[in-house]
């Protein structure tokens, strides 16, 4: 769903949560019968992280991302047939999460655009063997494209 023609979204509280979202599009594509492919992002998580925002706010952004996991995940539990990957297509803010002695944990950053540090890239479900170790974004690219076209059992 598109809810604003930005990226930001003016409230977020006007908007349906990413994981009622993630819910509504799984009931939705599991009625076709050859299978699907979906993708889900927050894009919060980038926005907070071009803005520098404190580590509060990023947390917050996590949460809701952590939870659309969640509902994807307790798809695949009942089909579990289903590969799900979760990464990022880039690092933003080159954030660094400090934890000062006898206070909160601090975000800090050294830019407010992409850095080159590396993104986490998680997988599980028929064909998650194949994003193990380092992989570019072309190569994540190219297994996903494999895996709608052949199925994630050919990426074995």
Do not use: C
């Amino acid at each position: 769903g598109l809810f604003a023609d930005s990226t930001t979204f003016p409230d977020k509280h006007l908007r349906p949560s990413l994981p009622d979202m993630a819910r509504a599009a799984l009931t939705i594509l599991d009625r076709n019968p050859r299978g699907f492919f979906l993708l889900l992002e927050n894009e919060d998580t980038d926005d907070l992280n071009h803005d520098n925002q404190p580590f509060d706010a990023l947390v917050e952004g996590m949460r809701e991302l952590d939870e659309m996991i969640a509902v994807a995940l307790d798809y695949q539990q009942r089909n579990p047939e289903t590969l799900i990957v979760v990464v990022g297509d880039h690092e933003t803010g080159g954030l660094m999460v400090t934890l000062p002695r006898g206070e909160a944990p601090r975000a800090t950053f050294s830019t407010r655009g992409h850095s080159s540090s590396m993104v986490p890239l998680f997988a599980g479900g028929p064909g998650a063997d194949a994003f193990r170790g380092w992989l570019r974004n072309e190569e994540v690219g190219q297994l996903l494209m494999r895996a709608v076209t052949e199925g994630p059992a050919h990426l074995q």
